[in-house]
């Protein structure tokens, strides 16, 4: 099974997330339903980055280190490496 860390970006909140799933496409879905949480207040959350990996270990370990700079510049440079 492959794994995705993924970033998004809400426009609406000025304000990205990370996270990592199996299912990116209904993962994304659920970010964007009305619900509690971080990212229910709005439903306007675009994918910016992602990355691949093999084992949900990788996945979390690299979802954590993202998480652990908390800095949106670090992460607008991250995106922008990638594109």
Known sequence: MEFTVYILYSALKNKFYIGFTADIVSRLIRHNQKSKGFTGSVNDWELVYT????????????????KSWKSSIKIKALISEKN
């Open 51 to 66: 990355e691949k990996y093999s084992t949900k270990e990788e996945a979390q370990k690299r979802e954590f280190q993202i």
